[in-house]
């Protein structure tokens, strides 16, 4: 079969472990759930998108008296500045978004190439690198992330960056250990005995077989990248406000919470949850769809 | 024809391939020598252009390591391999890559040798761009023709399908044709036909001794099957342990083996006739670990001829009324 | 006298993501005791579904119906409970892998008290040791050897632990699915020479499933062609070796390189094995026959008795062909 070779994520990332709780949840369904993340993650990319145009207001002005409750004119009622929660709301997917894709596209471009050559060259060069990239794995991610980012300081790119760095083991390792199975296969040998150049075999014979799985590393990625960016704002370290950002938002909530202002807190988790859940919805039924070994008998 | 029948296509000289064991660094620092497996130990043959020899053993005879080593999948420890009179041991790693287009590999595993992601006729044409072979268009047209050769028809269909789409047999012209797309002198075929259903085992049996008279190729045919060999080969070298034991005609083999190794093997294959009963020598043991060879002869601990001489002397390949045999029994000294 | 085994309609089909395969349908045989027959055929013909349903191993995404009568009782009706009793005690069954059949963390005496423990909880430790080393001499290997571990056995060793394991408790069937399959000859012989061996001492009967006519030959005094899920052929072995009725049972038989006989033409069945999710129409092996009639597309053959033989093939009986004299000659 094309990719039997068993494939741990990691239980380092969060969205691996809800995204297995929910394949358990769904049994054979997993069309269902891969369809169920991709309206979730339609949905907030649309909102990204298309935020000008369907924010009620601007979500960096106030629009109305402070710390209204949900009510009509203000659905998810507004902030203790009178800045409206649903614009925020829908202005914060950008951010969120936005880093999530640029960390997690720059743990890739690292960590995949990273892995592929190393995992082929195998021997020494492997066995540094592999301990250089356990090191860094087997840190905290969120600590890991908190410590760069107050290293580098505010900014998209810099966000992006730390947390990337947390994430470059994690491609890395997936990566590797499927580039040293498969570089033993006897269609590498083959490639070889052709004559095909190290480059032609990791670019054509290798390559694609670890794709696949690099599309479900991909997507988990995406989720927990989220997760931290979040985190990352929540303590004070990422985009400085009044950009709208999630994370930011469940911070400045939090304090009003105590008085039973509720809706500062509730909206920007709940578009957390969804975000989250929609990426790892897709990535685990992916993982089912590309791994089609399960109940299948030869 | 009948002179070029004679020429020598590829020799083998002295050939030894010892894999190094793992051992824990600390009992390395107290061994003055590590343990070797010795897979090929001091092995010599010719074949010649045109030729089928078939290399026949038990799994542990080391004649699979052999196939990869003449065609440097696998470094060999020591020894030549003269290919065209040029010692393909020698050739630098770029020279290597160029020269792979005159010995091929067919694989014994047709599922598990293909790229599942490249489409068959990709897979087919990729020898030919790696090789900078022909255009585009006209190494698709030596594909497709291909495909006509090897009965994968229609061609032009096959070529845009993946492996899967295959079946074992289908997926092993696959490889067969990859195998001769660059016009090669010389094919490894290493249990080629071994993991193929009865009825189609002799179809890609047919085909490879088709496509050899078509286009002049010349085998090693590596199997462990004597009853595939008998109608393919035509000269078979016996393998245990890492030596050959025997090399004879496919003809004067099966009318009389010599080595008492080579009848132990042929006696034991099944025969699909319910009438026969055979008297059968059925030898003690299995094959020894290739780390601690016996001393001798390799097969005395098994041999129900062995005298005190195999035990402490190893026989020579010498000749034995026109065929080589390593054997006391056999030898005039 | 009842047959110790009878297999009436066995139909099972595998339920996929991809579509139902039919692995096995509409099959009948029967084994008598003391009998040992060969199930044979290749990848995908339903011979190993057909043990594995014996002793109710199958996967759960199988449905079978028909029935499997075992000294009288239906195996596919009576509890898991009841069947677990029966494995083991009354049908053993060995597989092709000796390498991972057994536990390489247990010491092969492990293996048999475990055996033991399940049957007879009440077994004492001086008991369990004499029959697991009776039936370890039975297949050749030393009683000492019961401490070791499984890696420090040969893999023809492991197989031949695997015999033991199933013989130990002296069941009436031994089913036994390609058991040297993964072997080389020499050790292959060395296995068929303690099966042999067992048939002639122990009150067993046996069913071989292989794909090898050779082995075949050499072990089993009946044997039960299959293909693509139908049974093509059934009968002894020697009227089916010197005349096989059915087509595909000539073609294979011819098929096979043998290191015996003198010519070295080799002939070959055309074609492939059908896709089991969409088997051809009517009889499965008429894409690859080479005496394909129009029936045969339309329509599957009722099998028919010839000879004392059972086939499946529309050369034989049916109304269009009712002369046994006639079709006989249509295929030799």
Request: hydrophobic fraction near 40%.
């Amino acid at each position: 079969m094309a990719n039997t070779t068993n494939t741990n994520y990691g239980n380092q990332m969060l969205s691996s472990r809800i995204g297995r709780g929910f394949r358990q949840l769904m049994g054979d369904s997993s069309g269902v759930m891969t369809f169920i993340g991709l309206i979730l993650l339609s949905l907030f990319v649309l909102m990204a998108i298309f935020a000008p145009y369907i924010s009620p207001y601007s979500p960096v002005e106030p629009s109305g008296a402070p710390l209204l409750s949900p009510q009509w004119g203000h659905i998810m009622g507004t902030t203790n500045l009178g800045y409206d929660v649903f614009s925020r709301f829908i202005w914060g997917s950008r951010m969120a978004l936005l880093i999530a894709v640029i960390a997690t596209s720059i743990a890739a471009f690292i960590g995949i190439p990273t892995g592929l050559l190393v995992g082929y060259a195998g021997g020494v060069t492997d066995r540094i690198v592999t301990m250089i990239m356990d090191s860094v794995y087997t840190f905290p991610g969120l600590i890991l992330a908190i410590a760069i980012a107050a290293m580098l300081g505010p900014g998209v790119l810099n966000i992006s960056l730390s947390i990337a760095v947390v994430y470059i083991p994690t491609y890395y390792r997936v990566i590797r250990s499927q580039v040293s199975t498969i570089k033993s296969e006897l269609y590498v040998e083959g490639a070889r005995s052709i004559g095909a150049k190290n480059m032609t075999i990791i670019g054509k014979y290798i390559l694609p077989n670890v794709l696949p799985s690099t599309i479900v590393v991909l997507s988990m990625n995406i989720a927990d990248a989220v997760m931290t960016e979040a985190g990352l704002s929540f303590l004070g370290l990422g985009i400085p406000p009044p950009v709208p950002d999630w994370g930011y938002d469940l911070a400045k909530g939090q304090q009003f919470l105590l008085q039973n202002d509720w809706w500062m807190v509730v909206f920007p988790g709940i578009a957390i949850i969804l975000l989250v859940l929609g990426f790892s919805m897709f990535a685990e039924g992916m993982d089912e769809y590309l791994n089609p070994n399960i109940g299948e008998k030869r | 024809m009948q002179v070029s029948t004679k020429q020598v296509l590829l020799s083998v000289e002295n050939l030894k391939k010892y894999f190094p064991l793992k051992i824990p660094w600390t009992q390395a620092l107290l061994k003055r020598e590590r343990p070797t497996v010795k897979a090929i130990d001091d092995i010599s043959f010719n074949i010649k252009k045109g030729e089928t020899l078939g290399l026949v053993g038990e799994s542990g005879s080391g004649k699979t390591t052999t196939g990869r080593v003449i065609i440097r999948l696998i470094e060999p420890t020591s020894g030549r391999i003269l290919f065209d009179k040029k010692d393909i041991s020698k050739l630098s790693k770029e020279n290597l890559r160029r020269a792979r287009k005159d010995f091929q590999m067919i694989f014994q595993d047709p599922m598990a040798s293909l790229n599942p992601y490249m489409r068959i006729g990709k897979t087919v044409s990729h020898p030919l761009e790696i090789h900078k072979i022909g255009t585009p268009a006209e190494r698709k047209e030596k594909v497709l023709s291909l495909f006509e050769k090897v009965n994968l028809i229609p061609a032009k269909e096959f070529f845009n399908r993946f492996p899967r789409q295959l079946s074992g047999g289908q997926r092993q012209r696959v490889v067969i044709a990859r195998a001769v797309v660059t016009n090669p002198k010389f094919i490894v075929a290493d249990e080629a036909t071994a993991m193929l259903d009865v009825s189609v085992r002799s179809q890609i049996l047919k085909l490879m001794i088709d496509i050899k008279e078509d286009l002049g190729l010349t085998y090693l045919f590596i199997t462990h099957d004597l009853a595939s060999a008998k109608y393919i080969c035509d000269r078979i070298a016996v393998m245990y342990l890492g030596k050959i034991v025997e090399i004879a005609k496919t003809s004067d083999l099966f009318k009389e083996p010599l080595h008492p190794y080579t009848r132990i093997l042929m006696g034991a294959v099944p025969i699909p006739d319910p009438k026969l009963k055979r008297s059968k020598i059925i030898p003690k043991g299995e094959i020894p670990s290739p780390i601690n060879v016996p001393s001798g002869c390799r097969f005395h601990t098994r041999c129900p001829y062995a005298t005190k001489i195999c035990s402490e002397e190893e026989p020579e390949l010498v000749e034995h009324q026109g065929r080589l045999v390593a054997c006391h029994l056999f030898d005039k000294k | 006298m009842m047959a110790l085994l009878e297999i009436k309609n066995l139909s099972i089909d595998y339920l996929t993501r991809n579509g139902t395969v039919k692995a096995v349908d509409d099959i009948s045989f029967s084994v008598e005791a003391r009998d040992s027959i060969g199930l044979v055929g290749e990848s995908g013909c339903g011979k190993s579904t057909t043990g594995t349903a014996i002793l109710g191993l199958l996967p759960p995404n199988a449905r079978v119906s028909g029935s499997i009568l075992f000294k009288g009782r239906d195996l596919l009706k009576i509890s898991n409970e009841e069947l677990r009793k029966v494995r083991g005690k009354d049908i053993s069954m060995i597989f092709q892998d000796p390498m991972t059949s057994l536990d390489p963390i247990m010491r092969i005496r492990d293996h048999f008290f475990e055996l033991l423990r399940a049957h007879y909880p009440k077994m004492d430790e001086n008991e369990m040791k004499k029959i697991s080393s009776e039936a370890l001499k039975s297949v050749g290997i030393e009683p000492s050897r019961l401490n070791n571990y499984p890696f420090e056995f040969s893999g023809g060793m492991r197989q031949r632990t695997m015999i033991a394991l199933a013989i130990a408790l002296q069941p009436s069937m031994l089913i036994a699915d390609e058991p040297t399959t993964s072997l080389d000859v020499v050790i292959q012989e060395q296995i068929l020479e303690v099966l042999r061996d067992l048939k002639k001492t122990k009150n067993m009967s046996m069913v071989l499933i292989t794909h090898d006519l050779g082995v075949v030959a050499e072990l089993v005094n009946k044997v039960v062609v299959m293909y693509a899920g139908h049974l093509a052929e059934s009968g002894d072995v020697y009227s089916i070796y010197e005349k096989p009725l059915h087509p595909y049972t000539k073609a294979l038989l011819e098929s096979i390189p043998n290191v015996k006989l003198e010519d070295r033409e080799l002939r070959y069945i055309p074609g492939s094995l059908p896709d089991l999710k969409n088997p051809p129409k009517g009889c499965r092996y008429w894409p690859r026959c080479p005496y394909v009639k129009d029936i045969c597309k339309r329509e599957t053959p009722p099998t028919v008795e010839v000879d004392g033989r059972k086939v499946k093939c529309w050369l034989y009986g049916g109304e269009i062909n009712a002369g046994i004299d006639k079709t006989s000659s249509a295929v030799s």
